[in-house]
């Protein structure tokens, strides 16, 4: 089993700037992607970034040049900081691990960006 705990979440102001945190722990095989998801009320879940074991990443459109993941092989934690934050950005937001074919989720993290 793999546990993910995410960190960093709250309120901040638009064009301010959050730093997320997801802590992976548990079986963990070296061949995976870590990412971020994102959840609006009323939307469906959407793909906000991933990075893979490698260290290659993906990023949605809205978030790029915005948004920069990355990873700490030694801690098993995955960033996202998140930049010049738009009210649109209020979601929650899921860290995520897939491996062989398998997803795993965090509880999720609010963030708001609201004045």
């Known amino acids: 089993q793999v546990q993910l705990v995410e960190s960093g979440g709250g309120l901040v102001q638009p064009g301010g700037s959050l730093r997320l945190s997801c802590a992976a722990s548990?079986?963990?095989?070296?061949?995976?992607?870590m990412g971020w998801y994102r959840q609006a009320p009323g939307k469906q879940r959407e793909l906000v970034a991933t990075?893979?074991?490698?260290?290659?990443?993906n990023y949605a459109d809205s978030v790029k040049g915005r948004f920069t993941i990355s990873r700490e092989n030694a801690k098993k934690t995955v960033y996202l900081q998140m930049n010049s934050l738009k009210p649109e950005d209020t979601a929650v937001y899921y860290c995520?691990?897939?491996?062989?074919?398998?997803?795993?989720w965090g509880q999720g993290t609010q963030v708001t960006v609201s004045s």
């Open positions: 995520n691990l897939r491996q062989v074919g398998i997803n795993y």
């Open positions: 548990g079986s963990i095989v070296s061949i995976h992607t």
């Open positions: 990075i893979t074991s490698g260290g290659s990443t």
